[in-house]
T-cell receptor
Framework: DTAVSQTPKYLVTQMGNDKSIKCEQN?????MYWYKQDSKKFLKIMFS???????INETVPNRFSPKSPDKAHLNLHINSLELGDSAVYFC?????????????FGSGTQLSVL | QQQVKQSPQSLIVQKGGISIINCAYE??????FPWYQQFPGKGPALLIA?????SEKKEGRFTISFNKSAKQFSLHIMDSQPGDSATYFC???????????????FGKGTLLTVNP
C-alpha cells in the first residue's frame, strides 16, 4: 500500500538509449512532480502536472518527456540518454487544495548512464 | 541562481547535543517554509514547516525559528539521536505564475551525523 511508487528502482543503461520511469500515487492527490537529485544531493524540480495538465517545466532538455495518462500516474520518458542524466529521479505528489504544499515522495529511481 | 541557501553542508553532533541548520532566502514572495528529512535510499519526507506569520514552531524535538526581516530560518534538533542521522533540506514555496499551484525550491541539503 505504498503511497507513491515508482519503477524501476535501479536503471543502468548505455548512452544513446531511450528509457522510461513510471510513477503511481494512491493518495488521491491532484498534482504530481518529477524531481532530479544529482550526485551532490541537490534536488531540483523538473516538471509538475495538475490533473494531467503540465504546470511546471523547468528548462529541462526536450529529451525528457513527461506523460500523465491520469492524475494518479506520471511517467517520465528520456530519449538519447547522456552521461549527465545519471542521477536519482524522484516522483512526488501533493494536493493543491491544501495550502501546506506537503509533498509525498517516492523512493527514487537511480539512473546510471554508462 | 540559488534562491535558498543552506548551511552547513555537513554537521557532526554528539548524541544528546543540539543540531542547528540554517537557511536564507531572497525572494520575498516565498510564503511557506518546510524542512524535509531524507534517509539513504529513500525519498525526502516532510519533517516540519512554518509560515512567515509566526516566528517559531515546535514539534517534539524539532523547532523551526523564522526571522522574516532577515529572511532566514533555521532548524533546531534538540537531544539529537543517532536515528536523526540523515540529510536535511530546507525549502521555500511560492505560487507558480500567480496561480493556485505552488513551486517548492530546495536548499542544497545538510548531511547530519549524530555520533553515539
Amino acid at each position: 500500500d505504498t503511497a507513491v511508487s515508482q519503477t524501476p528502482k535501479y536503471l543502468v543503461t548505455q548512452m544513446g538509449n531511450d528509457k522510461s520511469i513510471k510513477c503511481e500515487q494512491n493518495l488521491g492527490h491532484d498534482t504530481m512532480y518529477w524531481y532530479k537529485q544529482d550526485s551532490k544531493k541537490f534536488l531540483k524540480i523538473m516538471f509538475s502536472y495538475n490533473n494531467k495538465e503540465l504546470i511546471i517545466n523547468e528548462t529541462v532538455p526536450n529529451r525528457f518527456s513527461p506523460k500523465s495518462p491520469d492524475k494518479a500516474h506520471l511517467n517520465l520518458h528520456i530519449n538519447s540518454l547522456e552521461l549527465g542524466d545519471s542521477a536519482v529521479y524522484f516522483c512526488a505528489s501533493s494536493w493543491t487544495g491544501q495550502r501546506d504544499e506537503k509533498l509525498f515522495f517516492g523512493s527514487g529511481t537511480q539512473l546510471s548512464v554508462l | 541562481q540559488q534562491q535558498v541557501k543552506q548551511s552547513p553542508q555537513s554537521l557532526i553532533v554528539q548524541k544528546g547535543g543540539i543540531s542547528i541548520i540554517n537557511c536564507a532566502y531572497e525572494n520575498t514572495a516565498f510564503d511557506y517554509f518546510p524542512w524535509y528529512q531524507q534517509f539513504p535510499g529513500k525519498g525526502p519526507a516532510l519533517l516540519i514547516a512554518i509560515r512567515p506569520d509566526v516566528s517559531e514552531k515546535k514539534e517534539g524535538r524539532f523547532t523551526i525559528s523564522f526571522n522574516k526581516s532577515a529572511k532566514q530560518f533555521s532548524l533546531h534538533i534538540m537531544d539529537s539521536q543517532p536515528g536523526d542521522s540523515a540529510t536535511y533540506f530546507c525549502a521555500a514555496s511560492t505560487s507558480y505564475s500567480g496561480g493556485s499551484n505552488y513551486k517548492l525550491t530546495f536548499g542544497k541539503g545538510t548531511l547530519l551525523t549524530v555520533n553515539p
